[in-house]
């Protein structure tokens, strides 16, 4: 008899995917012989079936193609219910680009290395020295409540496999704490915490859409340098290098949000930056010194960012052509080597936590996908030549790429490094920052 062999491929295909599943070595022996009532599922019990022809036979017989096609239909929908209440991990698109989910639960995940952390490791005069402790939480739950399939993914560097989820400097008084996550929306967010007590707070992360979205990253820097110096920057960060085009699609998203913020308005000098790369014309950019701004306005400004991002993933029909997502893991990919060849932490993680670590760090965790400059990184302090010099440029962190700050010879990286320089134009503060 012929069986229908297309919905035993997809029967196959679903316990295959449902870790746990008892069916499926039943499909190998499968046979028109073979009793439904015999084939058991996860759930202690088996599989509806119905008796066919009336035979008098404790056994199930099937007398044609059609009968068959009526049980299999049965078996699949048995198969789809087991495998949503069994899924012992997430089922995430195979698009490309991907890492494997985490052995880790979300709710291990969340609490790695102590997080949210309540004390601080470095010197503070505070009660609430972790300032930026409060958007790591809520984005976090923000991701649990609002993307599909949220799993942890490992923070390994990509060329060494060495863990890089959390390091620390006891001497120094300053940690690092790193977390990986993927939905069905993202194929990774990462989160980074530095915490250096009142002399360095900074929260990190960056959004990068699943490649079937042709669509900006979300970047987010917030730093704090001694309570008295403040630079933020939350953006839509544009793939291509035809801005105009690319741009045009999501800005009118956030301007609404950016005019409700003048302290969030300011614009990064174009004489350090390539404004034209991996920027929007409405980032939320802010250098400040009154600390009230950062509950005041950049935490309802982030929040509404990260949530316009989402938003705007959600409402974006995926694309099928893997010419198209090929082209889409390039442009982050470009992303990611245009900003570890530029970041300016590059020196600080060096002295907090030696060489080896920093550019396995930048280049395989930080921005995994970017290429390697030969020789490496350049880990020391860098100078502009020559008398009447330039001033140097604000540090954005992970958001992209520019010029990297001057820092003074003689300041130790642990120490708060917020120096105030002055020319005939401007006024910059010059941080190492993440």
């Known amino acids: 008899m012929r069986r229908p062999q297309h919905l035993l491929a997809s029967a196959a295909v679903i316990a295959s995917q449902t870790p746990g599943l008892l069916m499926v070595s039943a499909f190998s022996s499968y046979s028109s012989s073979t009793p439904l009532s015999s084939?058991?599922?996860?759930?202690?019990?088996?599989?509806?079936?119905?008796?066919?022809?009336?035979?008098?036979?404790?056994?199930?017989?099937?007398?044609?193609?059609?009968?068959?096609?009526?049980?299999?239909?049965?078996?699949?929908?048995?198969?789809?219910?087991?495998?949503?209440?069994?899924?012992?991990?997430?089922?995430?698109?195979?698009?490309?680009?991907?890492?494997?989910?985490?052995?880790?639960?979300?709710?291990?995940?969340?609490?790695?290395?102590?997080?949210?952390?309540?004390?601080?490791?470095?010197?503070?005069?505070?009660?609430?020295?972790?300032?930026?402790?409060?958007?790591?939480?809520?984005?976090?739950?923000?991701?649990?409540?609002?993307?599909?399939?949220?799993?942890?993914?490992?923070?390994?560097?990509?060329?060494?496999?060495?863990?890089?989820?959390?390091?620390?400097?006891?001497?120094?008084?300053?940690?690092?704490?790193?977390?990986?996550?993927?939905?069905?929306?993202?194929?990774?967010?990462?989160?980074?915490?530095?915490?250096?007590?009142?002399?360095?707070?900074?929260?990190?992360?960056?959004?990068?859409?699943?490649?079937?979205?042709?669509?900006?990253?979300?970047?987010?820097?917030?730093?704090?340098?001694?309570?008295?110096?403040?630079?933020?920057?939350?953006?839509?960060?544009?793939?291509?290098?035809?801005?105009?085009?690319?741009?045009?699609?999501?800005?009118?998203?956030?301007?609404?949000?950016?005019?409700?913020?003048?302290?969030?308005?300011?614009?990064m000098s174009s004489k350090f930056y390539d404004e034209t790369q991996f920027f929007s014309r409405e980032m939320l950019f802010a250098r400040f010194e009154d600390g009230n701004i950062v509950n005041r306005d950049l935490l309802p400004a982030f929040k509404s960012y990260v949530e316009a991002h989402v938003g705007l993933v959600g409402a974006t029909t995926p694309e099928t052509e893997t010419r198209s997502m090929d082209r889409v893991l390039a442009r982050q990919a470009a992303y990611d080597t245009y900003s570890a060849e530029r970041d300016p932490a590059a020196g600080l993680f060096a002295s907090m936590f030696g060489k080896d670590w920093a550019e396995d760090f930048i280049y395989d965790f930080l921005f995994s996908m970017s290429e390697r400059r030969e020789g490496g990184l350049n880990l020391s302090p860098p100078t502009f030549g020559g008398g009447g010099s330039s001033p140097p440029s604000a540090p954005h962190a992970q958001c992209g790429g520019g010029g990297r700050p001057v820092v003074a010879h003689h300041v130790a990286p642990q120490q708060v490094t917020s120096i105030a320089m002055t020319d005939a134009s401007e006024r910059v503060m010059v941080v190492p920052r993440l």
């Open 39 to 267: 084939i058991v599922g996860c759930r202690g019990g088996p599989m509806r079936s119905r008796t066919v022809g009336g035979s008098s036979s404790s056994r199930l017989r099937w007398t044609n193609d059609q009968e068959a096609l009526t049980e299999l239909e049965v078996l699949i929908h048995d198969l789809k219910e087991v495998s949503a209440v069994l899924g012992d991990g997430p089922q995430y698109s195979p698009s490309p680009g991907r890492s494997p989910p985490s052995s880790s639960s979300m709710n291990e995940a969340e609490m790695a290395h102590g997080m949210p952390w309540a004390t601080t490791i470095g010197r503070t005069d505070l009660v609430d020295p972790l300032l930026y402790m409060p958007f790591w939480e809520w984005q976090l739950n923000y991701m649990k409540s609002s993307l599909t399939n949220l799993h942890p993914i490992e923070c390994n560097s990509s060329s060494t496999s060495k863990d890089v989820s959390y390091n620390e400097n006891k001497e120094k008084r300053a940690r690092i704490v790193n977390h990986c996550y993927a939905s069905d929306e993202y194929r990774k967010i990462r989160m980074t915490y530095y915490d250096a007590g009142d002399s360095v707070q900074v929260f990190n992360s960056v959004w990068y859409p699943d490649a079937r979205y042709n669509l900006p990253i979300l970047g987010i820097d917030l730093l704090s340098f001694n309570r008295k110096r403040y630079l933020a920057i939350v953006d839509f960060q544009p793939l291509h290098q035809e801005e105009d085009g690319h741009a045009s699609t999501y800005e009118h998203i956030l301007r609404p949000i950016k005019e409700k913020y003048d302290n969030l308005k300011g614009k």
